[in-house]
């Protein structure tokens, strides 16, 4: 008897949990609820969760899905917010945000495997450097039909990411096409520990820039400056994967493919030029060994300048000493950084394109955008005064301006490769140049041989 | 109850008032699943792709040719239409019940439970006060029957106000107005009348008519005792791992269509630089790492079976990595392992200052890069699998070691045996099942590495420098969710599985031969 009365129980808990609580749709009868139960993983790793509640669609309207990837918990709470403000202000849709990461599988896994299975939101937000796979094979639709309806413009955002959003599938090169609308933009900064600089004695590189004197010699003697404190001090450090050691390559000239993108371009002589500084660098003990992850030492206070971008910001705001942030020194080229930027997309097997489309811009108008950056991980990718007020009233960094100015520093824009596989191409670059910079692999032979290693990707 | 205790049984008393209806519902179901498995398969009204498309049809073919011989079975009225009319309504059941849940949007998590409990954990309090006291009321003396009354019902009464206060009245009221939205209230009464039908088959009257013999009878109950767990396994292993086959024959992105390409994946797999580079990797990995996690497993266990005042501490402290969540675990892990902050390459450089300040010797302190350093970074990750891996393999060599019949002891006491002696004479052959069993579980987790390499790396790829730490599950990962090969990744996943299988049935078989798996 106890036991089938606990059995009861469960079901009826089960039940009120399922169907009941501040449930406020049964007040009228043509009101339906879905409560969404949600968990959000944040990059580094950490695990958060926030339960949104989509309430109430009313009969005819559409009932729309959208997914992006926060960055932190509390970024996952504002987008919730901010669908629920939607939800209200978009005429005849309801919506329902998904933050798409849990415990057991990441915001990548989880799309693929909604795609796959035929059940990925109307709208979800993908990497830059993902476009192409999902236009080529029909994944994500062209919405340009739509955005000439709406009256869009395209020079609203930042010429770089709209360049791959606008890519024409049959020449690769920018034309009529628009494949989404970038959520945010990111740069990359060095974050400086100015106790450690005040401690070496060297000359503040924000000074240096503000003079024009922040170039790599002024760098490198920064960096030797502070590792000169001796012991676990060290100059500089930055992650090794493409985004940091692309940005040298860019401070130089180069990049990873050729101009038109249609082929690879990490022989040219200037992405040499860029290579060897950093192998220079890397060559010495004033920096932090290439491959170990520079975050955990510069938070500790060991590393005097952390090269990364906006993203690392919230956590950096933790640590007990002074910082801020400085643009990237001049190359031989001249100023250069990196362009990161992802996009929502409108899923090709969506009922209602128009309505996915409106919630596309709605998702990148200003407001929102400045909602977002106010939270101090992303830079609005929308060129706009009012987003990008938002964004540099967080503080600290004082120097919020060096990732604006990382925006006009003639940044290369991280993007799609519509020539061939990036996936492929990334995996095959990555190793290669860790090879050259931890000097495993001689610099002369990289030169003669990495294109013909990376061809594959192009499909040769 | 037992359902099937009786003898076969000639139907001279006539059919029972379900039969007809049995009929109907028989042919009924026929009709159902092969009209699905016909929408299916001309892709009209059920629109499916690639391999679920695949791996549907399958199902309901299987569903259609057992549907038939339920019906030819139940016509005939022999166990074989009983046995394969209750398979099917259960799956029914269970399948048409999922699918109007699911409509009914009820899968809202754990979370959603916890929300529901939030705010009532005082009432939620009260029911397991009453359900602990009503437990204990027995040992209460002379009052017991009072008390066990009074705890029953204030947990009844805690369970109607938590209830009521979580909202069972607008949650019933909200499940009865999902229940008639459009299609679901259809399901729900399929799985209603497969349930019942399910549940006549399995009564005795249906033993009678269909003529089940007493062990027939006693299968199918058993068969149900088991159902569950057999469904879970059906649907959640089984079934992927039959689907994960047959993408591993295909060329597919997860995106588009599936292209069948017979074994060009497995082909590819052998000329494939990185996937034997994974390969390769992992193997000196177990070498190393296995002997190494079960070896001093087996001392650790002797220490640890001794009766010296603490050991049940020292038992819950070294089996502490293996409870703690790998994430977390491997994070602290990539902070020790730092070369430049890392506490381990401070040891070293405490150590070392403090030899030569012993010795009097100017030796310069080794500082590894163990993550950054294609040469050592294999060797950061075998260290964390053997912290983690050494206590779980402790407390199961402590289980066999307490197994052992104490009189083999004295005996050897007798003798005038040494513990070293007992240990090697004793208790390392009598622990032969219980090491065969741990080298293969150890065996089974280090051919399946993936967490450990791919947390220590980041933000680097998993990869490692010089793919030094690239294993065959990071391959597959990298391939299915990086490169969107999802087919070339279940060939990478198979090709896994058989290396697994193949060492398992080789540690059993040899085990077999010594006799351990049947002593």
């Known amino acids: 008897m106890k036991n089938k009365l606990i059995l009861l129980f469960a079901v009826l808990a089960l039940v009120a949990a399922a169907c009941g609580g501040d449930d406020d749709s049964a007040d009228d009868g043509t009101d339906t609820t879905a409560a969404t139960e949600t968990t959000a993983a944040a990059d580094d790793g950490t695990d958060t969760t926030a339960a949104t509640e989509t309430t109430a669609a009313a009969a005819g309207d559409v009932a729309l899905r959208w997914m992006t990837r926060p960055d932190n918990p509390e970024e996952a709470a504002v987008y919730g917010d901010i669908s629920d403000q939607l939800s209200a202000s978009l005429d005849g849709v309801t919506l329902t945000y998904e933050p798409g990461s849990n415990e057991g599988a990441g915001y990548q896994q989880t799309l693929l495997t909604n795609l796959s299975a035929g059940t990925a939101p109307d709208v979800f937000w993908i990497p830059g450097t993902d476009i192409a796979d999902f236009a080529s094979r029909d994944v994500i639709l062209d919405l340009r039909e739509y955005a000439d309806a709406s009256g869009h413009s395209d020079t609203d955002f930042y010429p770089g990411p709209m360049g791959h959003l606008t890519t ?30 005040a401690e070496a004695g060297v000359a503040n590189p924000l000074d240096l820039e503000a003079n024009g004197e922040w170039d790599l010699a002024a760098f490198n003697d920064v960096v030797d400056g502070i590792a000169e404190l001796g012991g676990e001090i060290r100059g500089y450090g930055q992650s090794a994967w493409w985004g940091p050691y692309g940005a040298w390559m860019n401070n130089a000239g180069g990049g990873f493919f050729t101009a038109d993108r249609s082929a690879c371009g990490l022989d040219s002589d200037a992405s040499i030029t860029g290579l060897t500084a950093l192998r220079d660098l890397y060559s010495g003990d004033s920096v932090i060994p290439y491959g170990e992850d520079p975050e955990p030492p510069f938070r500790a206070g060991t590393v005097g300048l952390f090269q990364n971008g906006r993203w690392a910001t919230p956590g950096i705001r933790t640590v007990d000493f002074s910082w801020d942030v400085v643009g990237l020194p001049e190359g031989a080229a001249g100023p250069g950084n990196w362009l990161f930027w992802g996009a929502y997309v409108v899923n090709a097997k969506t009922e209602d394109p128009a309505k996915a489309w409106a919630l596309v811009e709605a998702l990148t108008e200003a407001s929102v955008q400045a909602q977002i950056s106010e939270l101090g991980a992303n830079i609005p990718s929308r060129v706009s005064q009012e987003a990008l007020d938002s ?70 | 109850m037992t359902a099937a205790s009786v003898e076969p049984l000639s139907i001279s008393s006539g059919e029972p008032r379900w039969f007809r209806p049995l009929l109907v519902w028989r042919v009924f179901t026929a009709v159902l699943l092969t009209s699905a498995l016909i929408a299916v398969a001309v892709q009209r009204g059920i629109v499916l792709d690639g391999p679920v498309r695949w791996s549907l049809l ?21 166990h074989l239409g009983r046995f394969s009319g209750f398979v099917i309504d259960l799956l029914l059941m269970v399948v048409l019940g999922f699918i109007a849940l699911n409509r009914m949007d009820m899968f809202t998590g754990i979370d959603a439970v916890g929300e529901a409990f ?10 397991i006060l009453g359900w602990f006291v009503s437990g204990f009321a027995d040992r209460a003396g002379p ?58 088959l399995w009564s005795d009257s249906a033993a009678h008519l269909f003529k089940t013999t007493q062990t027939e009878g006693e299968n199918m109950d058993g068969m149900l005792f088991v159902a569950p767990n ?44 990185l996937f034997l580079t994974s390969l390769r990797n992992i193997l000196i990995f177990g070498v190393v790492a296995i002997p190494l996690a079960v070896f001093p497993a087996l001392l650790l266990a002797a220490l640890l079976n001794s009766k010296l005042p603490g050991m049940k501490l020292f038992r819950a402290v070294y089996f502490l990595p293996s409870i703690a969540g790998v994430v977390g675990v491997t994070l602290i892990w990539k902070q020790l392992f730092n070369s430049t902050v890392g506490y381990l390459n401070f040891m070293i450089l405490k150590v070392t200052e403090w030899f030569n300040a012993l010795v009097g010797t100017g030796w310069e302190a080794p500082q590894p890069q163990w993550i950054s350093d294609d040469s050592i970074a294999l060797i950061a990750v075998i260290i964390l699998f053997i912290w983690q891996q050494i206590g779980f393999n402790t407390v199961l060599f402590l289980a066999g070691m307490q197994s052992i019949d104490g009189t083999l002891y004295e005996a050897a006491d007798i003798d005038g045996a040494g513990p070293w002696r007992k240990l090697l004479n004793i208790t390392v052959p009598m622990l032969r099942p219980t090491t065969v069993f741990v080298v293969a579980t150890s065996t089974i987790l280090a051919l399946q590495l993936f967490n450990e390499p791919f947390i220590l790396q980041s933000p680097s790829p998993p990869s490692g420098p010089g793919n030094a730490t690239l294993t065959p599950v990071v391959y597959l990962y990298q391939n299915a969710f990086q490169e969107f090969q999802i087919g070339y990744a279940s060939a990478v996943a198979w090709a896994l599985f058989i290396l697994i299988f193949g060492i398992t049935l080789l540690y059993f078989r040899r085990s077999g031969d010594d006799g351990v798996l049947t002593s």
């Open chain 2, 143 to 200: 009052n017991q029957k009072i008390l066990k009354q009074v705890a029953q019902w204030t947990m009844i009464a805690g369970m109607i106000v938590l209830t009521v206060a979580m909202g069972l009245i607008p949650g019933l009221i909200e499940f009865a107005q999902r229940l008639l939205e459009g299609d679901v209230i259809l399901f729900a009464v399929g799985a209603v009348i497969a349930g019942v039908f399910a549940r006549i």
């Open chain 1, 168 to 197: 024409d599938l049959a020449t690769g090169q920018p034309g009529g096409a628009l494949w989404g609308l970038p959520r945010d933009v990111s740069t990359f900064g060095l974050y400086v520990n100015l106790d450690l600089i």
């Open chain 2, 118 to 127: 939030n705010g009532n954990v005082g009432w939620l309090a009260i029911v």
């Open chain 2, 58 to 78: 399958v199902a309901l073919l299987g569903a259609v040719v057992g549907a038939g011989i339920a019906i030819r079975g139940t016509l005939q009225q022999v």
């Open chain 2, 230 to 273: 057999v469904l879970g396994f059906l649907a959640f292993f089984a079934g992927p791992l039959i689907v994960s086959l047959f993408i591993s024959f295909t060329e597919w992105d997860g995106l588009t269509d599936a292209k069948f390409i017979g074994l060009q994946n497995y082909i590819d797999l052998f000329s494939d630089s």
């Open chain 1, 391 to 460: 964004f540099l009233t967080f503080s600290p960094p004082a120097n919020n301006q060096a990732f604006l100015n990382g925006l006009q520093n003639s940044p290369s824009t991280e993007g799609p490769l519509w020539a061939g596989s990036w996936p492929e191409f990334v995996t095959l670059m990555d190793s290669e140049i860790q090879a050259v910079v931890t000097g495993s692999r001689d610099m002369a032979d990289f030169q003669a041989n990495i294109c013909s290693e990376t061809a594959s990707a192009f499909g040769s």
